[in-house]
């Protein structure tokens, strides 16, 4: 699998940015969760006291025990209750010590006089949004520069909430993913689009593609194709989120997270504006919203396909026709390299790009 190196993104192996990690139903258990994620091991969990979601490094300074890995025959795990959660801290299995949501060990049952600093794990800032988990993973530490992904519409009545389609690992480098950002060229063999106004634009951490035209996969039951709009946003390297009218008004969110380098880990959704334009979504909404959200995934599945087979792009024959696939790739260097370097990389990419023989989509 080709690199982060291979694609010469910069000094970072993982990208800076707000990524999911679980859905919210992945941590409504007893246990803590083991996942992986940026090359390494995390224990996630709800803490049992106020709820609150946590994600520490998963390895116990003391003589390295996995915090959250399977185990159901310690003590600490029986005497718990089956989990080793403990309020809003967790219990190493192995010699029970204790560490709070910040990370620093709090308890040793066989140890009296203080607990050294050292005895800690790394807290990752998290927080939990739209149904998922959200951590900012960034490799020089520094605090959040923009706000984790929300939606005023996910607590409005009238819109049906997603339920995510995990759809696992893809083993490909999230380069082949970003690149669909600025891919004007699929939008038709892949999508059955017939695509009338396209334009790019890139901007801070934003990366946006406006387009509208007829299709083939987004329709309703009927199979009737109204003029489809989308506005699609990166909010940095791993949350796409999309505003589509035609159908339904609808909000997709696709958002993908590296687990080693070269492999991501990616989720689905799509909140429906109530079919009915009742207040309050009724029960037809809801089965009515479930069916346009597997339209949607069935969307994603037409470029899934294609990379789940597919070597590196690491050098591209592009055409002038082609989306802006350079400028894409400059503004995705942004987040693979110190903060202070980000104003190079938008000074060459930042603005507004139409194909060649394309018609802008704010042109009327
Ligand atoms: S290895 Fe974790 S308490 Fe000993
Ligand atoms: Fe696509």
Not at 223 to 247: A, C, E, N, Q, R
Not at 253 to 272: A, F, K, N
Not at 303 to 310: A, C, G, I, M, R
Not at 342 to 357: M, R
Request: net charge negative; charged share 20%.
């Amino acid at each position: 699998m080709a690199k982060t190196e291979d694609y010469r993104l910069g000094e970072f192996t993982f990208p800076r940015g707000w990524f999911m990690i679980a859905t919210s139903e992945d941590i409504n258990q007893p246990k803590p969760l083991a996942v992986r994620f940026f090359g390494r091991d995390f224990a996630l969990y709800r803490g049992r006291a106020t709820g609150r979601v946590v994600l520490l490094d998963a390895y116990c300074p003391h003589m390295k025990t996995h915090l959250a890995a399977e185990n159901d025959t310690s003590y600490v795990i029986i005497d718990g209750g089956g989990t080793n959660i403990d309020g809003d801290g967790i219990r190493c299995p192995y010699h029970a010590w204790r560490f709070g949501p910040d990370g620093q060990c709090d308890d040793i049952p066989y140890h009296e006089g203080p607990i050294p600093k050292t005895a800690c794990v790394k807290s990752w800032p998290v927080t939990e949004s739209m149904g998922a988990i959200w951590v900012w993973h960034d490799p020089e530490n520094g605090d959040p520069e923009w706000d984790h992904p929300s939606l005023p519409q996910w607590d409005d009545e009238s819109w049906v909430q997603w339920k995510f389609d995990d759809l696992g690992v893809l083993n490909q480098h999230p380069q082949e993913i970003i690149d669909n950002i600025c891919d004007y060229g699929h939008l038709s063999p892949i999508h059955g689009s017939t695509v009338e106004r396209y334009e790019n634009e890139f901007s801070g951490y934003k990366a946006t593609q406006r387009q509208c035209g007829p299709h083939r996969t987004l329709v309703g039951d009927d199979g009737v194709s109204p003029i489809l709009h989308t506005d699609t946003t990166y909010h940095g390297p791993g949350v796409l989120i999309s505003y589509l009218t035609g159908y339904y008004d609808s909000i997709l969110m696709i958002t993908h997270t590296p687990i080693e380098d070269g492999s991501v880990h990616v989720w689905h959704g799509l909140l429906v504006k109530s079919p009915s334009g009742k207040d309050k979504a009724s029960v037809e909404d809801t089965i009515a919203a479930g069916q346009f959200q597997a339209a949607s995934k069935h969307a994603f599945a037409q470029d899934f396909e294609v990379w789940v087979n597919k070597a590196a792009c690491l050098n591209g024959l592009f055409l002038p026709s082609d989306g802006p696939f350079m400028k894409a790739r400059i503004w995705y260097k942004q987040f693979y390299n110190p903060k202070a370097r980000k104003q190079e990389f938008l000074d060459k990419c930042e603005g507004v790009y139409v194909p060649k023989g394309a018609i802008a989509y704010t042109e009327q």
